[in-house]
């Protein structure tokens, strides 16, 4: 696995492979996250990349978050509640050398808190498949004032899905086993 476009491009993040085998991790493929971040900078959502806040949701390797820092992203912040995944990401923001673009949380994310901080633009979301947490993930992160209104989401999922309500879908995309439901956040009481 490797960062695929902008200022981060080429670079070789953690191996996943055998000696990883515990972590369960799933990272979403170098063709897939190609696809993924030319769609968002096609234009059809304006940009919603560059300047943004990004939340990671399901972190896992961080190859998403990561990703979008590279091309222009000012911040992110990882959630992530695997122990090996959480190594295995931190060994990622110390190869990019972002540790100062980055936040790394280890919680449950279908359990978060009410956040100060200022609220994702961009939202990452890429749970276990198959186990319905992406969800509970997103009320947990829409309650909290962890999304901004407006915000874009992507979730990353096995099938289409439908998400809670405050949240719309407005596109669709299925690359093989995988699917990714764009969405967005919508503006109280729109």
């Known amino acids: 696995m490797r960062i695929i476009g902008g200022r981060l491009r080429g670079l070789k993040l953690a191996n996943v492979g055998k000696r990883r085998a515990g972590s369960q991790l799933r990272p979403t493929t170098d063709r897939v996250r190609e696809s993924l971040f030319s769609l968002l900078l096609g234009g059809r959502f304006e940009d919603p990349v560059t300047g943004a806040r990004v939340l990671d949701l399901f972190a896992g390797t961080g190859a998403l978050g990561l990703e ?3 091309r222009g992203a000012t911040f992110a912040t990882f959630v992530e509640n695997g122990r090996t995944a959480s190594k295995i990401l931190q060994e990622n923001i110390a190869r990019a050398k972002v540790e100062q673009e980055t936040r790394l949380l280890r919680r449950d994310v279908t359990r978060l ?12 979301l890429d749970p276990p498949f198959g186990r319905h947490l992406g969800r509970p993930a997103l009320i947990s992160a829409q309650s909290g004032g962890w999304i901004a209104d407006g915000a874009l989401i992507v979730w990353e999922e096995a099938d289409e899905m439908a998400p809670p309500q405050g949240i719309a879908r407005i596109d669709f995309r299925r690359y093989g086993d995988i699917c990714l439901n764009i969405c967005r956040m919508e503006a109280p009481g729109a």
């Open 113 to 124: 808190e009410r956040t100060t901080a200022e609220p994702a633009t961009l939202v990452f």
């Open 68 to 70: 979008a820092l590279s």
